[in-house]
Structures are given as structure tokens and as C-alpha cells.
């Protein structure tokens, strides 16, 4: 199967659904087997900072939201969690927080040496930076960055995230890469209005951008968020048909396979949802080390539960997957 321009993944993308199981998603499958072992991947997930000063109109987090208890975790903290992580053999961590520009860059190198003085793999979701700032993560010890372009239509992008606009993400992404890092990087499935048409050309910028991992899931309404009262949640069913086109057209990259299922109440680590995704192509899930007080406030979209490392292991036996730190 050979997809490669936009008509092939927006053939995909309105198949039938049946006709999809049937042919793409085991095609997908495979190709995970035969090019990364059919691995899947455990990563710690630590959410340290939720306090942002940005506005996406999609975004629990966003700034003046009123829905969530703000919380920033000190630096020595976070490097606890880190050794607990390891303690249980994880050995990649993705570190998470809102864009905060109060707490402190200083603190966040800090974080990155001392982590990765554990033996990390590292990947760091921190917003929009500098060259100089994302040379100095690198330079810390930092071997990924997550920043999503979001969509791939610049309109879009300067409408729905208010705080920035689509150059400077883009800037921004090109610096990343720039810096040695490796790119994370895609879009939200299926929000208001967006067309297949436009997840092609998402999907296309990913495969362009050459990135190491897809943090993608699908649009999913945080209360209170403008958005939310323009439709939602986004299509299941569309979310992993772009996993398995991740996998056909990027053969070694991670996917995300923290998605939901058909009750979201469960989050992202809904069993359905995750061996959904596992099944047709994806490989990462997250253990969370953030305490569940405070999970709850990490809230990006509502219900972002995502569970800890035995639920990992529960999904590597259920999925037949080898299970890798
Ligand atoms: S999506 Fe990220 S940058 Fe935008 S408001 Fe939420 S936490 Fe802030």
C-alpha cells in the first residue's frame, strides 16, 4: 500500500470504517512489527507546571481559566519524581508545563542536568523559546522537544491561538530542530470545522518536519473553553486512521496510543482507547507521576487521566506488545 499525497490520505481518511480495519490498520500493525518489534514504549510523564499566560481557545490551562487550582512544583521535586520514575525502570521521562515564564528558566536547566545526570532519555514540553534557549536545553541534556503546530493552515492557527501566531510557532520549530534536538511534533484531530483535507496536509507538514514522535490526539472540549461551544469532541474513528498513516509513511516514529475510547469519562487511559490505538499502529503510553491531586488540574482536556505504570503493563500483556523503558 503505497500512500504518499494528499488524495491517498484523504482516501484513508473517508473509507469506510470497516474497509479501514480490513486493510489499512493491519497493514499499519505489521509495519510496526517488521521496522521497531512491535515495541511499546513506556514513558514517565510528569505535568510540573500548569500555569499558563496563553489563550489557545481549546486549552483547560489557558490563562484566566477559573475551571482549575494552579500549581507550580519546585525544581528539586521534580527531580524526586524523576528518581521515583527510575526507581521503577522507566528510563524516558516527558516533562510538561504550561507556558510560565515565572518559573524560571534557570530552574528548568537545572531540572534537565539533573535528570539526565539519572541516565534520562528526555523530552520537554515548554512552550515557545529562543535559538539561544532551546541551544541551551539541548546543551543541559534536553534530546526532544514537543511543540505541536496544532494545523497546518496559518489562518486557522492565528485564530485558535491568540497568544502567538503561526510564523513564530514555526520559527520556533525550525529552531528546535536547528538546536539538535529531536522534533515532536502534529496536530488536534478533528476540531470545529477542520476538513479531511486539512488533516492531510497536517499529516503531510509531520511527515516534511521529519518528526521523531506524534503527540496527537483527538480535539477534545475542555469546559469553559471557547471552543467547546463550537462542537466536539473529535471523531475516534478519524484519530486512528491517522495513526495508521503515521505508520505506513513514517515507519520508526512514535505515536501516541493514550487515546480515548468510546467513554470519555475514562480519559486517556480508557483500556478500549489505548489498545484501539495499539492495535492499529501506535506505541507510547504514559506512566503519570504527578500525584492525583494534582493530575486533575493538569488539564489540557478534561479527564486527562492517564494512569500509571501497571496499567502500562496491563496493555503490553492485552496487546501481545514487548513491552521497552
Ligand atoms: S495549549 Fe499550551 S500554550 Fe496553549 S493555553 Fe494550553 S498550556 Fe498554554
Known amino acids: 500500500m503505497i500512500v504518499e ?4 490520505i484523504v482516501d484513508v481518511l473517508q473509507m469506510p470504517y470497516d474497509r479501514y480495519l480490513d486493510i489499512v490498520a493491519p497493514y499499519a500493525k505489521r509495519i510496526h512489527e517488521e521496522n521497531n518489534q512491535n515495541a511499546l514504549t513506556a514513558t514517565a510523564m510528569l505535568g510540573y507546571d500548569n500555569i499558563c499566560k496563553n489563550r489557545c481557545l481549546y486549552c483547560g490551562m489557558r490563562a484566566g481559566s477559573t475551571n482549575i487550582k494552579r500549581y507550580r512544583i519546585a525544581r528539586e521535586d521534580v527531580v524526586a519524581s524523576a528518581k521515583a520514575a527510575a526507581a521503577t525502570g522507566l528510563r524516558r521521562i516527558f516533562l510538561i508545563s504550561g507556558e510560565d515564564p ?3 528558566f534557570d530552574n528548568l536547566i537545572y531540572i534537565v542536568e ?4 539519572l541516565g534520562f532519555h528526555i523530552s520537554l514540553a515548554c512552550g515557545e523559546f529562543s535559538l539561544e534557549q532551546y541551544n541551551e536545553l539541548r546543551a543541559a541534556g534536553a534530546d526532544e522537544y514537543v511543540l505541536k503546530f496544532e494545523m497546518s493552515q496559518a489562518d486557522i492557527f492565528d485564530r485558535l491561538n491568540p497568544s502567538t501566531n503561526f510564523k513564530k510557532r514555526m520559527q ?3 529552531w528546535i530542530k536547528q538546536s539538535g534536538m529531536r522534533l515532536a511534533s502534529g496536530n488536534i484531530i478533528d476540531y470545529p470545522g477542520q476538513t479531511d483535507e486539512q488533516i492531510a496536509e497536517d499529516i503531510l507538514l509531520m511527515k516534511q518536519l521529519e518528526i521523531s514522535w506524534a503527540p496527537i490526539i483527538p480535539y477534545l472540549p475542555a469546559k469553559g473553553t471557547p ?3 463550537e462542537g466536539g469532541p473529535g471523531s475516534l474513528e478519524k484519530t486512528l486512521k491517522e495513526i495508521s498513516l503515521l505508520r505506513i509513511m513514517m515507519p520508526s516514529v512514535n505515536i501516541t496510543a493514550q487515546q480515548p475510547g468510546k467513554n470519555l469519562a475514562n480519559g486517556l487511559a480508557d483500556p478500549e482507547g489505548n489498545l484501539n490505538a ?5 506505541n507510547m503510553l504514559f506512566a503519570d507521576m504527578l500525584p492525583l491531586a494534582l493530575a486533575r488540574n493538569f488539564s489540557v482536556v478534561d ?6 505504570l501497571e496499567h502500562i503493563r496491563n496493555m503490553a500483556e492485552r496487546s501481545g506488545m514487548t513491552l521497552i523503558f
Open 5 to 8: 499525497t494528499k488524495q491517498d
Open 303 to 308: 479527564n486527562r487521566i492517564t494512569l500509571g
Open 102 to 104: 515565572k518559573y524560571g
Open 172 to 174: 520556533s520549530i525550525d
Open 278 to 282: 495499539l492495535n492499529v499502529g501506535a
Open 227 to 229: 471552543l467547546a461551544s
Open 114 to 117: 539533573e535528570i539526565k545526570a
